[in-house]
């Protein structure tokens, strides 16, 4: 089972970034843990600050991986492009979000990406990445 976590603008903050909305954690240390608990699965990460990057990095995993794990952040809210990317792979992608972004500000309430993506987890914090993982073992 390989699959792979992408994380989009600013989540390479996390630990820093309004750690009361984000948590203290850095992904880094979260994603150890991650290697850890689930070691039958090939998990890898990649982050990107350029919307370009990450669509380029969803068609070259797109038709191979298992699982595509993704977070795009504030790009899920304004980007067509990768809305597209995500409808136009085979591979099945989960889209997460840490916050619950349903309480948040109106325009975090749009997505671009949910209806291409299998299943939408979001409000669960970082733990919202473990739930993913489990719904491809499932
Ligand atoms: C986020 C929610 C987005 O609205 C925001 O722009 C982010 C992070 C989340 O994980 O809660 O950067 O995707």
Known sequence: M???????????LLGKREPEV??????EDYFR?????????QLEY????????????????G????????????YTH???GLGDAVKAV???????HISNVAAREPFRHE??????????????GLQGYDLAIRSFLD
């Open 2 to 12: 390989k699959l792979i976590i992408i994380n989009g603008p600013n989540l390479n």
């Open 22 to 27: 984000y948590g203290k954690q850095t992904f």
């Open 33 to 41: 843990g991650l290697q850890l608990q689930f070691r039958e699965v």
């Open 46 to 61: 990649f982050q990107s600050n350029i919307e370009g990057e990450l669509i380029s990095k969803i068609q070259e995993v």
């Open 63 to 74: 038709f191979t991986y298992d699982g595509i794990i993704l977070n795009a952040a504030a």
């Open 78 to 80: 304004t980007s067509v």
């Open 90 to 96: 085979d591979t099945p992608v989960v889209e997460v």
């Open 111 to 124: 997505s671009y990406i949910s209806a291409g993506a299998r299943g939408v987890i979001f409000g669960f």
